[in-house]
T-cell receptor, first 108, second 112 residues
Framework: DAKTTQPPSMDCAEGRAANLPCNHS???????VYWYRQIHSQGPQYIIH???NNETNEMASLIITEDRKSSTLILPHATLRDTAVYYC?????????FGKGTRLHILP | EPEVTQTPSHQVTQMGQEVILRCVPI?????FYWYRQILGQKVEFLVS????????KSEIFDDQFSVERPDGSNFTLKIRSTKLEDSAMYFC??????????FGQGTRLTVV
């Protein structure tokens, strides 16, 4: 089972920053936090991952708390194309286990 | 940009028939995966494959399922005798190391 907890759904206005929270209170010291998203029924798309430092790439930023028990994915300027289910995943061994994720609705 | 390619995009098969789903992972990737997603449900892990052998499999991946990397480019999932409940989207993924995995667009399997 997934080791993370996410809100089932969130809304965000187009052009605003979307902040998606994730709790992973049982994370171990060497486990990474990964974020994926799934647009409609397409294949999951990798977004970003991190261990303990904050990370940024062309898609998003990942903020991990100092105790590593939670993290936030930030989409800086959400567009309608960012409407998707976002999955926060703590990687266990060599497999990625998906939970139910957060359904993000971008509102025009 | 390199991508994982899956064929066919949609497969319809009769119950009890064998089906093979095909995937071409990204070149030089070392880890390969199959996942499935039943309509309206979450993405479920089936199996991971590394160094020409299964490294991990889920409870779903029973004796009806098998995977193979027959050559240097293809990665296949075989279902020996399909059941109605095997109807789902099947996603293949690959990763260069034990890091981010890249997914294909999936094969929709419909068992009738």
């Amino acid at each position: 089972d997934a080791k993370t907890t996410q809100p089932p759904s969130m809304d965000c206005a187009e052009g605003r920053a979307a902040n998606l929270p994730c709790n992973h209170s049982t994370i171990s010291g060497n486990e990474y936090v990964y974020w994926y998203r799934q647009i409609h029924s397409q294949g999951p798309q990798y977004i970003i991952h991190g261990l303990k430092n904050n990370e940024t790439n062309e898609m998003a930023s990942l903020i991990i708390t100092e105790d590593r028990k939670s993290s936030t994915l930030i989409l800086p300027h959400a567009t309608l194309r960012d409407t998707a289910v976002y999955y926060c995943i703590v990687r266990v061994d060599d497999k990625i286990i998906f939970g139910k994720g957060t359904r993000l609705h971008i509102l025009p | 940009e390199p991508e994982v390619t899956q064929t066919p995009s949609h497969q319809v098969t009769q119950m009890g028939q064998e089906v093979i789903l095909r995937c071409v992972p990204i070149s030089n990737h070392l880890y390969f995966y199959w996942y499935r997603q039943i309509l309206g449900q979450k993405v479920e892990f089936l199996v991971s494959f590394y160094n020409n052998e299964i490294s991990e499999k889920s409870e779903i991946f029973d004796d009806q399922f098998s995977v193979e990397r027959p050559d240097g480019s293809n990665f296949t999932l075989k279902i020996r005798s399909t059941k109605l409940e095997d109807s789902a989207m099947y996603f293949c993924a690959s990763s260069p190391y034990w890091t981010e995995a890249f997914f294909g667009q999936g094969t929709r399997l419909t068992v009738v």
